[in-house]
């Protein structure tokens, strides 16, 4: 049952971003992840957690500066660089949505997914269709324009994290 409420869980989480922007995905993404840790939370998993949301600022922080994304006054209503707004508490390179996408993923891999670190083949097949895809389905749905390039590109991405996730959360449970 702790699977299916991990999962249904992020899939909230990650229509708030999409369809809600910053303003609603960033509320909505900081109770998931707190009550994630609160009552699902292993000892240390906050680290998986912090790693991911490092690693969204990284990589598709990096994408954005490359011109993967096009962003304008509908997709979640920021600006091309998020941060750079008056008020902004810090700048960020991408939306605030787009990067807690990342640490909503990461309360995944311990719970929901534990079943495909076993199997690395199929870990990383599953990373380089379904983040590309989700990717895809968010930019529909939110209006951001994606660069021809950038599908590919996460699909390398998300084929190594997840091969990464299989090699390092695998070993745990053999």
Known sequence: MASVANIVAFQVGWFACVLGGSAIGSGVAAM???GHLFWLGRPGEWRLLAAFATLGLIIDGSFVLLGGFGFDATAGGEAALAGAGAGALMA?????????LWPLFATLPQHSLVWLWQRPWLAALGGATSGPLSYLAGARLSGVELAPWLLPAEALVWAALCLGLSHRLGRRRS
């Open 32 to 34: 998931i992840v707190a």
């Open 92 to 100: 960020l390179p991408l939306p605030l949505w787009l990067w807690l």
